[in-house]
């Protein structure tokens, strides 16, 4: 018989956050924790669409770390 394995995944409201996001966030209560996800989807749902092409973003982000390929 399979048994389910349940696993535990951060979620947060920004992509790479900061140790000062993470102790902010994970201090949050539950429903504090939700509204702010929230406000993180609405907010780019609402942003404009990028002027950049992936391939900006890459160069980019290639620039910024050196050691990347």
């Known amino acids: ?25 994970d201090a949050l209560s539950p ?14 749902f609402e942003s404009p669409v990028s002027e950049k092409s992936i391939d900006d973003i890459i160069r980019e982000a290639r620039a910024e770390l050196p050691h990347a390929p």
């Open 1 to 25: 018989m399979n048994m389910l394995e349940t696993i535990s995944i951060d979620v947060y409201p920004w992509a790479a956050p900061t140790k000062e996001q993470r102790a902010w966030f």
């Open 31 to 44: 429903d504090e924790k939700r509204k702010a996800i929230q406000a993180a989807i609405n907010e780019g």
